[in-house]
């Protein structure tokens, strides 16, 4: 299908259906916004005509009104980003630097270590993102965390979400931070 709403793509797109090759270092990341809810579905396409749709953290084919509904930013060294209309365009902006860094200048340099980049990139990001044991008891935070509650990292992990968010937020939030627990049994 050729995206008449993605810039400077006028030939067809070869969508894949699986985090594979230069998408595969997205699959953390995927998983990430689903289950932070931060973003629910997200599409990439690279400058070499290779694409990737998203939704709720899996890969999915696209569909035109699915491509309708997403904003695209340029990743000067990849391609463009497709976010929801919804999602704030700062927001966007201020994560499009780190998730450009994923990409190697030349395609065949490959990442040294994935899980290392992943982690600088969820440190990065503008929105608070927490690694949770099932204790509920914090083994990450990113920068972010650390910068809206003013603890360090090390003050915060191994500490109860209660204890770091209080038991009024954990009211709010306790249906989500379950569900990645009751889906995996």
């Not at 709010?172 to 931070?177: D, E, N, T």
Request: with cysteine; hydrophobic share 40%; charged share 20%.
């Amino acid at each position: 299908m050729t995206l008449q709403h993605v810039p400077f793509c006028p030939t067809p797109i070869e969508w894949l259906d699986a985090f594979t090759g230069p998408f595969e270092i997205f699959n953390s990341l995927a998983k990430l916004l689903e289950h932070t809810g931060a973003i629910s579905h997200w599409a990439m396409v690279l400058k070499n005509g290779q694409g990737i749709y998203v939704e709720e953290g899996h890969v999915k084919k696209i569909s035109q009104t699915s491509i309708k509904s997403l904003e695209w930013f340029e990743l000067p060294q990849a391609g463009y980003m497709g976010v929801p209309l919804y999602v704030d365009s700062n927001f966007i902006h201020d994560a499009l630097p780190v998730i450009n860094a994923l990409f190697p200048i030349h395609p065949s340099v490959a990442p040294q270590n994935k899980l290392e980049d992943i982690a600088d990139l969820v440190d990065q990001l503008p929105f608070l993102i927490s690694i949770l044991d099932t204790e509920l008891r914090y083994q990450f935070v990113n920068e972010t965390y650390e910068a809206t509650y003013q603890l360090s990292r090390d003050e915060v992990i191994g500490k109860h979400v209660t204890e770091v968010a209080g038991p009024e937020q954990f009211e709010k939030v306790k249906g989500a931070l379950a569900r990645p627990w009751l889906e995996s049994k």
